[in-house]
């Protein structure tokens, strides 16, 4: 006990350091009947940062664009490395330590329980819908959980009246085939269903969402609505409809789309035109160097995905689309974002779960991106949708844990406007609350959320949502990083080490070219300092600490 109450005073000086105990602004009153407005956070799972229209991708995504064009498009917004750990913050507004989650698909170490390395999400937060739920929303969630198989840790434990979710990481978009054997759980509200066999999981997410919105439509409550879709993630899958509609697109490879997206963020005002296009990743092949026959196989892994992108756009057309026509779309505030990074994995050709893959799939030129395929598309394209940036999910860097991100709707000022503010998803919990007048408990039960919320700065009357001084520390699969203002320390590969530490000035390196370990030495020992500081208090653990 004594040692959780040490613990305890430090996440909270932590917290207090950051600028996080600051009280919620008003809740967001909308003039008319609606008075608090509903809000409808829709995420996407593994969508490389150039992937849309709104930030220059050639991927028509027109429904998504329009959120960015009636509201505000993000270029700083910064996730967790993966899926689970995002999620976790997500719904915390706290460090995926402390939520429970220090990385995803790990139940405990050597064997026993450790607190960060439940696998769900812990007693030290309170999910945000539960706070919701306690002023009188409506909520809703569908589609990818993974943070917990028990009820105990399901989707209503976390505060959510209605749900159909898949409770795992990953698996086939059409039926119930996994990673392993056992295949996929599946929840609805608080009992195992099956999966509806030969659905596709991004037209069956997007009715049951709108089932259980229009389920109480009229009782005058408001609604939190989660979408929470499987898409692009491989496998790389998609309606026989949708096969073919990028056929040709990418036949030039993806060096030359890494080439083109980037200078389509510039022409899109996403990257200032003075920034460099960062080195090239060593250890992809160059486009040139393929045989004829690898041309073709990458070219149809990068089409497969586009299409899966555009169809995960139809899909929140009618989305959107339901609630312009149920009078609801003006008294609702629309987040979009992707978890992380763009995805360089390919579980199919390497990994423990390959032998599984390959007795249950066929990934044949004639049958990918069908149900009986599981194609990803693996680093050569990953590069090119995480540019400007290096590297991908997974990593501590910049192209691992910056996403796409747009807010529209009641509270927005801004139309049409990008900003390059700093901004975690660790704020959208603080700012969801603050919206629906809801309050974070303040009386110990729980550890202070470390998101702050956006609520003044979505509707003009501030710049900034973090100062300066404000500090951001993480660690997953073996990868850290820590943030002070512009400043970052990160490492790249495990095992870890204080050593290994990286030094960006983000002000001018964005891309992180340019390691200043050398020439700021000063500084890399404060931040490294201050890195001790917050892994103890965050829980973070490291070998020598068992």
């Not at 006990?1 to 602004?25: D, E, N």
């Not at 390919?346 to 007795?359: I, Q, T, V």
């Not at 660790?426 to 629906?436: E, G, K, Q, R, V």
Request: one cysteine or more; glycine letters at 10%; charged letters at 25%.
């Amino acid at each position: 006990m004594r040692i959780r109450q040490v613990i305890f005073l430090l996440v909270m000086l932590a917290s207090v350091a950051a600028g996080c105990s600051r009280p919620p602004s008003e809740p967001v009153i909308v003039e008319g009947p609606g008075n608090r407005p509903n809000i409808l956070l829709i995420v996407a799972d593994d969508l490389g940062y150039t992937d849309l229209g709104a930030y220059g991708g050639d991927i028509a995504t027109p429904n998504i664009d329009a959120l960015a064009s009636q509201g505000l498009l993000l270029t700083q917004f910064h996730t967790g490395p993966s899926c689970a750990v995002t999620r976790a913050m997500l719904l915390s507004g706290n460090n995926n330590h402390v939520a429970g989650m220090a990385r995803q698909n790990t139940n405990g170490i050597l064997g026993f329980p450790v607190a960060g390395y439940e696998n769900s999400l812990s007693d030290r937060i309170m999910p945000f819908p539960r706070l919701l739920q306690d002023v009188g929303y409506n909520t809703y969630m569908a589609g990818k959980w993974h943070l917990g198989l028990t009820e105990e840790t399901s989707p209503h434990a976390a505060g959510f009246n209605r749900s159909f979710a898949m409770l795992d990481g990953g698996g086939s978009h059409f039926n119930s085939i996994g990673l392993r054997e056992g295949g996929l759980s599946f929840r609805k509200d608080r009992e195992l269903v099956e999966y509806p066999e030969g659905r596709y999981s991004t037209e069956l997410y997007t009715d049951k969402l709108i089932e259980f919105i229009d389920s109480n439509k009229d009782d005058g409550k408001p609604f939190f609505a989660f979408a929470s879709y499987t898409s692009p993630h491989w496998p790389l899958q998609v309606p026989d409809d949708y096969l073919d509609i990028y056929a040709g697109r990418y036949d030039d490879g993806y060096d030359a789309l890494r080439l083109r997206r980037f200078d389509s963020l510039k022409e899109a005002g996403i990257v200032p035109l003075s920034m460099e296009l960062p080195p090239r990743n060593d250890d992809v092949p160059l486009w040139d160097d393929l045989t004829p026959e690898s041309k073709r196989s990458e070219s149809r892994k990068m089409e497969l995905y586009a299409a899966m992108v555009d169809n995960l756009d139809d899909h929140v057309g009618r989305l959107l689309e339901y609630l312009k026509s149920n009078d609801l779309y003006e008294n609702t505030v629309i987040v979009f974002m992707s978890d992380n990074g763009a995805d360089g994995g390919d579980f199919y050709d390497r990994g423990p779960y390959s032998s599984y893959l390959r007795a249950h799939y066929e990934n044949t030129y004639e049958k990918m991106g069908t149900a009986q395929s599981f194609v990803s598309y693996d680093k050569p394209w990953a590069e090119a949708g995480s540019v400007p940036f290096q590297k991908y999910k997974g990593f501590t860097r910049e192209g691992g844990i910056v996403a796409a991100m747009m807010v529209a709707g009641p509270g927005v000022s801004a139309s049409g406007a990008i900003n390059g503010t700093y901004l975690t998803v660790m704020d959208l919990a603080p700012t969801f609350l603050d919206i629906a007048g809801a309050r974070y408990p303040d009386d110990g039960s729980v550890r202070p959320m470390l998101g702050e919320s956006a609520t003044r700065f979505l509707a003009g009357k501030t710049d900034v949502v973090h100062d300066e001084n404000y500090v951001t520390a993480q660690f997953s699969g073996g990868r850290a990083y820590l943030r002070k203002g512009h400043w970052k320390i990160s490492t790249l590969d495990p095992p870890f080490s204080e050593e290994m530490f990286e030094l960006y000035d983000l002000a001018t390196d964005p891309a992180e070219t340019t390691n200043l370990a050398d020439d700021e030495p000063e500084k890399l020992t404060e931040l490294v300092a201050l890195w001790r500081v917050q892994r103890k208090a965050l829980g973070i653990l490291l070998p020598e600490d068992l």
